[in-house]
């Protein structure tokens, strides 16, 4: 009982932390899309680097779900 119990509450936090990931994305995806406008490549690199290290970190967690 107490390993299911564990799968549960482990699958329950690797949903949440997918979920935190994906608005962290959007915010992201926000963030790149008003340095393209403003022509700041700086914050435009910034948020392509994190959107990068985003995808990663997903692609961590689907492979630690499935």
Same mark, same amino acid.
Request: hydrophobic share 40%; proline share 0%; no cysteine.
């Given at each position: #009982? %107490?390993?299911?119990?564990?799968?549960?509450? %482990?699958?329950?936090?690797?949903?949440? /932390?997918?979920?935190? +990931?994906?608005?962290? /994305?959007?915010?992201?995806?926000?963030? +790149?899309?008003?340095? #393209? /406008?403003?022509?700041?490549?700086?914050?435009?690199? %910034?948020?392509?680097?994190?959107? %990068? /290290?985003?995808?990663?970190? +997903?692609?961590? +967690?689907?492979?630690?779900?499935?």
């Amino acid at each position: #009982m %107490k390993q299911v119990v564990h799968i549960i509450r %482990k699958d329950e936090l690797e949903r949440k /932390q997918s979920y935190a +990931l994906r608005l962290e /994305q959007d915010y992201e995806l926000a963030s +790149l899309f008003d340095a #393209m /406008q403003r022509g700041d490549e700086v914050e435009k690199e %910034k948020s392509i680097l994190r959107l %990068k /290290q985003i995808h990663e970190e +997903l692609e961590a +967690l689907h492979v630690l779900v499935q």
